[in-house]
């Protein structure tokens, strides 16, 4: 009860949030810090904990919005369709992506993804009859003008990929994950197999990012390919939110996403800073990199020693 | 028919001396890959730089892009050591969850580097306009009564010749000092260079040194024919690595034929189905490599070599 507790409290804040009178414009930053956490948490479950380093997940996140926009400007569906359905399209394609790059190890599968991310890019905006070229897709009436049920609908959502990311981590399948990322060929040798699990954990991973791209067509109401499958603002800022909050741990990515949507605000309202924005992201993740390689989560012993806030160090 | 072919034969020729330029581009990457394992994901971005050294140099003193090879590639040499020295050597130290953490530091260096000349450059397309730019070699002027027309740009032909020039002094370099063959040895086989008594951290340095300097020079020779902005480097990132699975990991002779092969398939895939599938061309010729020939060409060369 004394553990989750602080969960709960948690849990009602965030409940109460659009009903205390915060502006429009906070909540639509909320949203966005949700939707990164849960791209985040998706990536940590591919890279953090089974050790796949993917620089390529605007390719699901661009499937999934694609998904949701194509039911709703070819087929005449309602685009929140897209949210169950992006699960299946983009599983199919985890499953295509994991057959050509899963073969790649280490930095090659991190090259690799992001090829695959920019190839769908140039697919998208290629395939003009079918997606709309670069003109996009702009979804004519939205379903609500407040964003007080985006914002549930996103929270539920990241609660789901909460909890079955650690559902997953805490079952067997987890613990295979972990051993294919600290040696993949002693793993082999213990009998998992190893092309097996990987897929799996690509296809989970892709599934929840697809499911993100689905939500955000239906929340901004516009997508073309330059937005959903950018490689900076989609799957570098991926890697950075799990990078800065924390590689392989729970709360890691929300933290990491809190920091990066905040601070990518703070720099773009900045009209010395707003051009130098990738300049500053880039220092930032070098010194991440070189200082807290593990993140702010999974270096904060370290962190907590270098500030003097822990007293004596044990 | 005659058009037909002459079209064919045509797109051929831009095929081979773009893929001239990029086997340069690759040699460089696929170089730092061999003796330092890692993916030098700022090779585009490096590329950029020496191109704005270049544009530089000619807007501001009329130097010819040609011979701004020659400064620019020392330029980005030192550059590149320096890269090495301060940022990704210390990350080689650093205990973390993650191997690819050099990886991913190459992209925050890209990233800044990208951004820096988009602030002090601005985002404009800009070009060198040299005089020979528009000059060609047409095939009627050697050869009167030929059925068919072909011509040559001859920047493009001056670049390609150069390249060439590039790779046959490194292969000299790799083949025959003692430099090049501590380098080649630290490729093949780390712990046993290191038992030799090669430095291996000196090779590692130079080696990237080396490689920046490489990709600065391609800079150099695509400028007179390409356009210049701060934000081309992913692009050249990107056919550098795809060029580098193509050839096989760390092989130098696998780049070359991988630079090639990549730049006819692209030239192709812009005459016969658009220019913006070009970069579809791009990426399922490194599907169709990694499905069918996981070890490239390099692959391909020893198993020739074995079965004799």
């Given amino acids: ?314 | 028919m005659a058009v037909q072919i002459e079209l064919f034969l045509q797109t051929l020729i831009a095929g081979i001396l773009l893929g001239g330029l990029y086997a340069l581009i690759g040699i460089g990457m696929t170089l730092i890959m061999g003796v330092m394992k890692i993916i030098n994901l700022a090779h585009g971005e490096l590329m950029m730089v020496a191109m704005y050294i270049s544009f530089w140099l000619f807007t501001l003193l009329h130097i010819d892009p040609y011979i701004s090879v020659f400064i620019a590639g020392p330029a980005l040499f030192f550059l590149g050591i320096g890269l090495q020295k301060f940022l990704i050597n210390p990350v080689l130290r650093v205990e973390s969850i993650l191997p690819e953490n050099q990886v991913i530091l190459t992209v925050g260096i890209g990233m800044v580097l990208a951004n820096l000349a988009t602030i002090f450059f601005t985002s404009n397309y800009r070009s060198t306009p040299v005089d020979y730019a528009t000059k060609a070699f047409y095939l009627t002027d050697f050869w009167k009564d030929a059925p068919i027309e072909l011509s040559l740009s001859m920047a493009w032909s001056l670049s390609f010749l150069i390249a060439v020039a590039i790779t046959l002094l490194l292969w000299f370099f790799l083949t025959r000092t003692d430099t090049g063959k501590s380098i080649r040895a630290t490729a093949q086989d780390l712990d046993a260079a290191l038992l030799m008594g090669v430095n291996v951290r000196r090779m590692r340095v130079v080696t990237f040194g080396i490689g920046c300097a490489l990709v600065g020079a391609a800079g150099c020779l695509f400028l007179p024919i390409y356009y210049l902005f701060p934000s081309l480097g992913g692009q050249f990132t990107l056919i550098a690595f795809v060029i580098t699975i193509l050839g096989g990991l760390g092989s130098t002779n696998g780049a070359i034929i991988g630079g090639i092969i990549l730049g006819v398939f692209e030239s192709m895939t812009a005459t016969y189905l658009g220019m913006g599938w070009a970069p579809v061309g791009r990426f399922l010729i490194f599907v169709a490599a990694l499905v069918f020939l996981p070890g490239g060409v390099a692959s391909l060369i020893r198993s020739k070599k074995l079965g004799k």
């Fill in chain 1, 1 to 314: 009860m004394k553990k989750s507790l602080p969960i709960l409290i948690l849990l009602i804040l965030l409940a109460v949030l659009p009903h205390i009178g915060v502006s429009s414009y906070i909540m639509h930053i909320l949203v966005l810090v949700i939707i990164y956490s849960m791209i985040g948490m998706a990536w940590n479950l591919l890279g953090g904990f089974c050790g796949q380093v993917s620089f390529g997940h605007a390719a699901y996140f661009g499937v999934g919005a694609y998904t949701a926009g194509i039911l709703y400007s070819k087929l005449g569906l309602s685009a929140w369709w897209g949210l169950p359905l992006s699960i299946i399209v983009v599983t199919a394609l985890s499953l295509l992506i994991g057959s050509i790059c899963l073969r790649l190890r280490g930095p090659y599968f991190a090259l690799g993804t992001l090829a695959m991310g920019e190839v769908l890019r140039v697919t998208a905006e290629n395939l003009v009859k079918f997606t709309g070229g670069d003109v996009g897709i702009l979804l004519r009436e939205r379903t609500w003008v407040g964003k007080t049920w985006y914002y549930y609908i996103i929270l539920l959502l990241a609660i789901g990929t909460y909890l079955l990311v650690k559902k997953v981590i805490e079952s067997k399948l987890g613990y295979y994950f972990v051993a294919i990322r600290e040696d993949q060929d002693a793993a082999e040798s213990m009998g998992i197999d190893t092309t097996l699990y990987k897929t799996i954990a690509l296809c989970l991973s892709g599934a929840i990012t697809g499911m993100a791209g689905a939500f955000y067509t239906n929340y901004m109401g516009y997508i073309d390919p330059k937005v959903v499958f950018n490689l900076h603002d989609i799957s570098i800022v991926t890697i950075m939110v799990v990078m800065v909050g924390g590689v392989a741990t729970y709360w890691g990515p929300t933290i990491g996403a809190i920091i990066m949507v905040f601070l990518a605000e703070i720099i773009r309202s900045n009209p010395g800073l707003g051009a130098a924005h990738q300049t500053l992201f880039g220092i930032l993740l070098i010194f991440i990199i070189i200082f807290l390689p593990n993140g702010i989560v999974g270096d904060f012993p370290k962190l907590r020693r270098l500030l003097r806030l822990g007293g004596t160090p044990t």
